[in-house]
């Protein structure tokens, strides 16, 4: 009985005493100079967390970005495949327990999980500000915020993204605005839908859907606003279930996210994808899954673009390794091979005017394939990412007022 | 005659239901481009294989640790259920069917509702992210297959060699050890298969206790799985058929050889 106890004490003893807090090694290393950090990561191991559902993008990084890390900085890259909400949440669980050396040393983040992770404080930094090539090529303003929630140098940029919709040349016309959308869903039933929200893809539809059927971003840029929320979402709740009726399945069921309405697309079962990604249809023909004629269009009402981030973790046993890659990434070197379609296609998140000029040629000259849209038709369209107070509002909504109504 | 014809409607019904869908994968691993109406595909492209072949290294690192974790698995069970399987087996105590309700109750509640909890408490006792805590969350939700089928080994093998081992001198670990366990081979082999599935086949637990530092073939599958690359899914989803089924086999002929050495089984 007595040794009963005196275990359940020591266990009891391991769960409630703190873990000695972190040094001040991580102060240092926000003023260190970055030669000195790339020193002192060189030979060591980064681990980067990241979605592992692009067999193209693992691919990348697996060669292209760990043979870069291997030769330049003698690093070993090791990428680890897990979605973003759920490495939030290990890393909000270590917090708790009071792990003060975790495994992650890089994250693939933004939006509401950069804003989960940030306000639990579960993030290192200010970082990304140090970092050589973001003084140099990115242009300030353009990565201030992240989904309206500030940035504040706790994640470096990465790569930028905007929503297209994708359909195949050789069977349908692409409507022009989304009361040509609406029409075209009506006359051709069960032949349209969209994936289920919270999946990014299907939650970036519906926002573009509320920006354009309430009129514009801009009222919605300063912030959360209840009343404001409460007076417009029941236009797009309108607008949502007006067309149910017309989709897929006559809307009883949605894709459960959006790699399955890419299924869908490519098996001919609907007649539209969508993607956040603009050469996304480009890399799927290449891999031989969506049939050559496949192209992609947007609508006149606007096409959001969101700029995608890495952050350092506040546990991140190595964290100048993490700092080394995530400058690495926003290299142009890099940047450019990720820009090219038979690679990954992801949209650069530097300002190529920022470059020098055989760079920037380098950059015009990347053929990005027939099905991917230039920036003279994205550009003029572009609209920013709605605050993510509004993202967590509308997801909810549909739920409440679209799928269980 | 009848007999045969017999034998002929079921082969193929089994084969129906367990080989046409490895054809169809392997189809699909082939085209990825396979899509209605089409009943044969129309393009075949090879660009599935050669992204296994330029990752091999990896998917196969995991494969190995997904293999060895769940033997681990497998060996811890049978730590943890031999002699309270012994006991359930031989004795009656008050309680005794409340006790046995209580201990299978793991494999019927979802992981999730302990899981969470239980994370917290393996990342301070620092047996999150290791090799270790795998096998040990592993061990814990699937023991009672191991547990069920032990506890059905010694009721079939009743109380009398034991005895009769016992009368002849043998101390209890010679019991345990060179006439017991013997006979409760087949047992273990069924309740070793079902833990090996379920812990080779676990991603949710795996994931949140290995933390991304144990590799897990299903860690490198499910992604795949969800995304659309659909010929890559179904390449690694043969593997994922391919080496339970071998390890079954191989298991079943060095069994069967062990048996007929010793005589225990008429040729």
Known sequence: ?405 | MNRTARHGSTLVVLALLFLLPVVVLVLVSLAPGWRFPDVWPAAFSLRGVDFFIRHHEKILMALASSFGFSLLTVAATLFMCLLPAAVFARHRFPGKTLLEGLLLTPALVPPMTFAMGLHFIFIKVSLADTIPGVVLILAMFSYPYMFRALVAGFQTMGEDYRICARNLGASPADILFRVEFPLLVPSIIAGGSVVFLVAFSEYFLVFLIGGGSVPSFTGTLFPLLSSSNRSLAAILTLIFLFLPVLLFVVMDISLMRAYRRKGMMSA
């Open chain 1, 1 to 405: 009985m007595k040794r009963i106890a005196l275990t359940l004490m020591i266990l009891w003893a391991a769960l409630i005493l703190p873990v000695a807090p972190a040094g001040a090694d991580d102060t240092a290393l926000q003023h260190l100079p970055f030669e000195q950090i790339v020193e002192k990561a060189r030979g060591t191991e980064v681990r980067w967390y990241m979605y592992g559902g692009w067999a193209h993008v693992n691919d990348w990084v697996d060669t292209h970005v760990a043979a870069e890390m291997k030769k330049r900085y003698d690093i070993r890259l090791v990428r680890v495949p897990m979605d973003a909400g759920v490495f939030v949440n290990k890393l909000l669980n270590e917090k708790a327990a009071g792990k003060q050396k975790g495994n992650i040393d890089l994250l693939w983040i933004n939006g509401e999980n950069f804003k989960n992770a940030k306000e639990a404080g579960l993030l290192f930094g200010p970082f990304a500000d140090t970092l050589p090539n973001v003084k140099k090529y990115v242009d300030p303003a353009s990565v201030t915020h992240d989904f309206g929630y500030p940035v504040e140098g706790y994640e470096a940029p990465y790569g930028r993204a905007q929503f297209v919709f994708e359909y195949d040349s050789a069977q349908v016309t692409p409507p022009a605005d989304l009361a040509g959308l609406k029409a075209w869903i009506m006359a051709n039933p069960g032949r349209f839908t969209y994936p289920q929200p919270p999946d990014f893809t299907g939650s970036a539809f519906i926002r573009q859907v509320f920006y354009a059927v309430t009129g514009g971003h801009d009222q919605y840029m300063a912030g959360w606003d209840a009343d404001l929320f409460a007076k417009k979402a029941p236009l797009l709740w309108k607008w949502l279930n007006e067309v149910e009726p017309y989709l897929w399945q006559k809307g009883r069921t949605y894709p459960k996210d959006s790699a399955t309405l890419d299924t869908l697309f490519s098996r001919g079962e609907v007649a539209f994808g969508m993607s956040y990604h603009p050469s996304h249809a480009q890399s799927k023909i290449i891999e031989g899954s969506y049939p050559a004629t496949a192209r992609t269009f947007v609508l006149k009402d606007g096409a959001i673009f969101n700029t995608h981030f890495t952050a350092i973790p506040f546990n991140a046993p190595n964290k100048a390794g993490g700092m080394v890659l995530a400058n690495l990434l926003i290299s142009a070197d890099i940047q450019l091979s990720k820009y090219r379609p038979d690679q990954w296609g992801d949209f650069p998140a530097l300002d190529i005017s920022r470059l020098p000029e055989a760079d920037q040629k380098r950059f015009q000259d990347v053929d990005l394939g027939p099905a991917t849209l230039g920036s003279e038709i994205l550009g003029p369209v572009a609209v920013p990412e709605i605050p993510s107070a509004y993202l967590e509002a509308l997801e909810q909504g549909w739920k409440e007022h679209v799928l269980d109504k």
